[in-house]
Every structure is written in structure tokens, then in C-alpha cells.
């Protein structure tokens, strides 16, 4: 399906409006190339790489933009079933019609993102919704493609695979690739005003931020003992939440939303972090043993270069009082950021901090879909050819909210040097994975994993 290259290149948007003209007009040369396609030449395909909850939904954003005709054209998963019951749910939804996917262009394994990236023309769209293990390996293979990519957070749980992150983001930019990252935080506008109104002054200067996500076990945060008949492997990937090398386990998967968007409030990343945590419920109900390599409960201090605080708690427990919402509090003042959830609206700002109707200076009132509005961003900066890589910013988040992690698993402050610096990669290989391989994180011979033991193991968590 690939075209050849075109070293003269308009921008999509441009050449969306002079839809015919082949050659008009001149771009930055050596940059992404359009499409010059017969009857749809004008469609951005999109291919799906990673087939389960959210890639569903993402591929359902991505087909709902309307600044241009999208149309998704491949998938890719390491599980047939995942595959299948994806893409009826994209077809089955309102734009089911925007899904052209025969058998021929929906491909399973370990090299099923290759295939599927390479039914896509340079300029098209690959979403990564896998565990983050394979972020670096799909956007390698995208930048060399030359396809724009959209990939969910966390992009990392370790030094190694940021550090390798950040270089391809330079690839990227270099390519003139468009990037979006998952952190849709940053595309609330309730929170791009609060920014905006924090910056302003109207709360005064943040010393402290606070954010709680708890509630009872949701996603593979617990595992018990792999059953017979499924590798270690693919059961890992299966139940990725409850393992550090394929997710960066609860901590990165579930708390990576409140921790980007109080940095961003706070125009900064933290410089150190110390934590606490612990596995308070050893046994399932059922009395098996829980091997995965979570904590039940978190509390996180991060430390500003500025003195300023910001305490991340995170809680897995049924029966508990859940708490998930964000706040900030100023010298003056003080803000609701996510008022429920990751992104619940109202943010609002007082003055004072006890909160009180009373006090209340401002209260969002936007509704906007931050999941909808990322996709229309991306496209936006593909049509009009503007810069707009979040990799970076992406791997930021990651790293503070692993360095929060490893601080909690470790016993250790941790500080974002040592986090960006270590050389501890917990996926080595990832990309030469088959269905055969042996996983990351081999089981001991009562089939359970190697679990954080604060204390012990220096700034290891395992
Ligand atoms: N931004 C958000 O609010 C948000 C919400 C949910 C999930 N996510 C993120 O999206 C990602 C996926 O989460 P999910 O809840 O959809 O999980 P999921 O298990 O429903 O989907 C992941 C899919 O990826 C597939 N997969 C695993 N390894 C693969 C590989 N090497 N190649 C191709 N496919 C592979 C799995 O088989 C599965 O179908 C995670 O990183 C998660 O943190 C983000």
C-alpha cells in the first residue's frame, strides 16, 4: 500500500484544499510526506496497534475528528480475541462506517504493529495502545515509516527505554512527524484555564499540590499464580497492570494522570521523591496467593527545586474511603483541579483554602471531551503542518511518576536524576519478543515473581 516518496511536500491541510493539483505546493524539504492518492486521496488512515479498552476508544476519537476524513484501515494485537472484539466495537459504534478492515489488514503477534504500519502511507496515523513495553519499539519502526503516530501514557517505566524515548522524539520532530501523547489532562480546557488563571497569580504561588487516586482493585492490579496452559509471557501481557516491566504497574498505569497535570500546574518537574507503601492483602478470597508486583497502598512526596510540595496517594482496597480528585494550594489561594476522577470538571479556585462556596473565585464551565479534544489537536497540526511533538513531556511524566514509584518500592528518595540515569532496563529485548519467548520477569518455581522489598534491594525495586 505504500507510495513512493515525494520531496516536494504541501501541507495536509493545503493540500486538502487544492485536492487535484499534484504538485502545488512547496514545503520544507525533506519533511512528511502527503498523500497524493487517487479517489480518497484526502483520507488519513489510521492503523491500531494494541486492540483492547482504550485503543477502541481511541480509534473511535480518532474516526470522529472533522477536520478531515479519517478512515482506520489495519489492526494489530497480541490476542486474536482482543483483536475481534475491537474492531466489532468500532464497527458497531457510530463510526462504524469509517472502519475498513478485512481479515487481510488485521494481524496478530509480536510483529503484527510492523504489518499493520506498513499498510499505512507516509503521513498516515498509527495509534499505540499497547502496555507502554512496546512504546519504543512501535514509534522506532512509525519514525522509519514516516507515519504520525498517537500512543497512550505511561511511555515508560524505566531510564533506559526514556532516555531511548527522548532520542526518537528528536527522530520524530526530525521526520516532521506529529506526536500525541495520551496525557489528556493537557487538552481540558477547565485545565488549560486553571493553568492559565495559576499563572496569572490568582492563587498566588504554589507550595503545595495533592493528589489522591483510591479506590477498590479495578484493571490486573492483583494476580494470582498464572494459570496451566498460557506462557508466563503472553499471561504477563494479559494482566500488564500487575507487572513493572510491562507497565510500570499501578502506580505508573493509574496515578500518571494527576501526577503530569500538578507538574503542569506547577510549570515544573520535581527534582527528588520519597515514599511508603505496602501489600497489606497477601491472599485473593479465594486464599491464593497474590503475586504481582503492586503495593495496595502508596504515598508519594515530591520535592521542587522551589521547596514546594506535592504528596501523590494512590489506594487499591475495597471498603476504604475513596478519594480521587487533585487540588492545588497557593499563597493566596487554592484549586480544585480534577474535581473527580483524572479529568472531572468543575476545576474551580478560592480564595483561602478551606474551599467554601463562599470563597469560590472562579469555576469551569466547559464540557469539551479532553480524549476527543487530543485527537482533534493532532490532526489539526498534521492538516496545518504545525510542530506539535508530546513525547517529551510524555516521558517527563513518566519518569516523575517512576521516580515516585521506585521511591515507594525502594525506601529510598529517589531523585529525577537517578530516574533518568538508571540503568536498570526492566524489558531488555522487548522488541525481538516472539509467542515462544520467555517473558522479562521469570516466575520461581512456585510460580511467583519478585515483589519490592523496601529496604533491601538499594534504589532496585526488584
Ligand atoms: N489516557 C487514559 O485515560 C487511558 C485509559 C485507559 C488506558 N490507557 C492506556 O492505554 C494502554 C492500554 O490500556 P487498556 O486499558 O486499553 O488495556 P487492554 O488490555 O484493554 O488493551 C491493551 C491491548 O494491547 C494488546 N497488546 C499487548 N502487547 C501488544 C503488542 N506487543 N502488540 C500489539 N498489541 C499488544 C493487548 O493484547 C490488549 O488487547 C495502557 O498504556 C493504559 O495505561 C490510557
Given at each position: 500500500?505504500?507510495?513512493?516518496?515525494?520531496?516536494?511536500?504541501?501541507?495536509?491541510?493545503?493540500?486538502?484544499?487544492?485536492?487535484?493539483?499534484?504538485?502545488?505546493?512547496?514545503?520544507?524539504?525533506?519533511?512528511?510526506?502527503?498523500?497524493?492518492?487517487?479517489?480518497?486521496?484526502?483520507?488519513?488512515?489510521?492503523?491500531l496497534i494494541g486492540c483492547g479498552g482504550r485503543g477502541t476508544g481511541a480509534a473511535e476519537n480518532a474516526l470522529s475528528v472533522k477536520s478531515a476524513p479519517l478512515k482506520l484501515v489495519a489492526m494489530a494485537d497480541v490476542f486474536e480475541h482482543k483483536l475481534n472484539g475491537s474492531y466489532r466495537g468500532?464497527?458497531?459504534?457510530?463510526?462504524?462506517?469509517?472502519?475498513?478492515?478485512?481479515?487481510?489488514?488485521?494481524?496478530?503477534?509480536?510483529?503484527?504493529?510492523?504489518?499493520?504500519?506498513?499498510?499505512?502511507?507516509?503521513?498516515?496515523?498509527?495509534?499505540?495502545?499497547?502496555?507502554?513495553?512496546?512504546?519504543?519499539?512501535?514509534?522506532?519502526?512509525?519514525?522509519?515509516?514516516?507515519?504520525?503516530?498517537?500512543?497512550?501514557?505511561?511511555?515508560?517505566?524505566?531510564?533506559?527505554?526514556?532516555?531511548?524515548?527522548?532520542?526518537?522524539?528528536?527522530?520524530?520532530?526530525?521526520?516532521n512527524l506529529k506526536v500525541g501523547v495520551g496525557?489528556?489532562?493537557?487538552?481540558?480546557?477547565?485545565?488549560?484555564?486553571?493553568?492559565?488563571?495559576?499563572?496569572?497569580?490568582?492563587?498566588?504561588?504554589?507550595?503545595?499540590?495533592?493528589?489522591?487516586?483510591?479506590?477498590?482493585?479495578?484493571?490486573?492490579?492483583?494476580?494470582?499464580?498464572?494459570?496451566?496452559?498460557?506462557?508466563?509471557?503472553?499471561?504477563?501481557?494479559?494482566?500488564?497492570?500487575?507487572?513493572?516491566?510491562?507497565?510500570?504497574?499501578?502506580?505508573?498505569?493509574?496515578?500518571?494522570?494527576?501526577?503530569?497535570?500538578c507538574c503542569w500546574m506547577k510549570n515544573g518537574w520535581p527534582v527528588k521523591a520519597q515514599g511508603l507503601g505496602g501489600r497489606h492483602y497477601k491472599e485473593s478470597p479465594e486464599g491464593q496467593p497474590y503475586v504481582d508486583q503492586n503495593f495496595d497502598t502508596y504515598s508519594v512526596e515530591y520535592v521542587f527545586d522551589d521547596g514546594a510540595r506535592f504528596i501523590m496517594d494512590g489506594r487499591c482496597m475495597t471498603g476504604c474511603n475513596d478519594i480521587y480528585s487533585s487540588y492545588a494550594q497557593g499563597t493566596k489561594g487554592s484549586a480544585i483541579i480534577a474535581r473527580h476522577g483524572d479529568i472531572g470538571t468543575p476545576s474551580m479556585t478560592f480564595k483561602g483554602h478551606k474551599q467554601g462556596r463562599q470563597d469560590l473565585i472562579w469555576q469551569s464551565t466547559d464540557t469539551s471531551n479532553p480524549y476527543q479534544n487530543e485527537w482533534d489537536a493532532l490532526v489539526e497540526a498534521i492538516l496545518s503542518n504545525t510542530p506539535y511533538n508530546e513525547v517529551e513531556r510524555g516521558v517527563y511524566s513518566s519518569l516523575v511518576t517512576s521516580m515516585g514509584r521506585v521511591a515507594a518500592?525502594?525506601?529510598?528518595?529517589?531523585?529525577?536524576?537517578?530516574?533518568?540515569?538508571?540503568?536498570?532496563?526492566?524489558?531488555?529485548?522487548?522488541?525481538?519478543?516472539?509467542?515462544?519467548?520467555?517473558?522479562?520477569?521469570?516466575?520461581?518455581?512456585?510460580?511467583?515473581?519478585?515483589?519490592?522489598?523496601?529496604g533491601l534491594l538499594g534504589k532496585r525495586e526488584y
Open positions: 500500500m505504500n507510495e513512493p516518496n515525494n520531496s516536494s511536500q504541501p501541507s495536509r491541510r493545503e493540500f486538502i484544499k487544492t485536492t487535484g493539483k499534484m504538485a502545488a505546493v512547496s514545503a520544507l524539504a525533506g519533511l512528511t510526506v502527503p498523500h497524493v492518492h487517487g479517489a480518497e486521496g484526502n483520507t488519513i488512515n489510521v492503523a468500532i464497527k458497531n459504534s457510530r463510526v462504524g462506517s469509517k472502519v475498513d478492515v478485512p481479515d487481510e489488514r488485521k494481524f496478530i503477534g509480536f510483529d503484527a504493529y510492523q504489518k499493520a504500519i506498513d499498510c499505512l502511507r507516509p503521513g498516515d496515523i498509527a495509534i499505540f495502545t499497547s502496555p507502554l513495553a512496546f512504546r519504543w519499539v512501535h514509534f522506532a519502526y512509525a519514525i522509519e515509516k514516516k507515519v504520525h503516530v498517537f500512543m497512550e501514557k505511561p511511555l515508560t517505566a524505566d531510564g533506559p527505554t526514556s532516555r531511548r524515548l527522548i532520542q526518537l522524539a528528536k527522530e520524530a520532530d526530525a521526520a496525557l489528556m489532562s493537557r487538552h481540558s480546557k477547565p485545565m488549560q484555564e486553571l493553568h492559565k488563571r495559576i499563572e496569572d497569580g490568582e492563587i498566588g504561588d504554589i507550595i503545595l499540590m495533592r493528589g489522591y487516586r483510591m479506590h477498590g482493585p479495578v484493571g490486573s492490579f492483583a494476580s494470582t499464580p498464572k494459570p496451566d496452559g498460557m506462557s508466563d509471557l503472553m499471561w504477563q501481557i494479559s494482566r500488564f497492570h500487575s507487572f513493572l516491566w510491562a507497565s510500570g504497574g499501578s502506580y505508573s498505569d493509574f496515578l500518571i494522570h494527576h501526577v503530569d497535570h518500592h525502594s525506601g529510598q528518595e529517589i531523585t529525577f536524576e537517578d530516574m533518568l540515569n538508571s540503568e536498570h532496563e526492566y524489558a531488555p529485548g522487548v522488541d525481538k519478543l516472539t509467542m515462544d519467548s520467555p517473558s522479562p520477569l521469570p516466575a520461581d518455581e512456585r510460580g511467583h515473581y519478585p515483589q519490592p522489598k523496601p
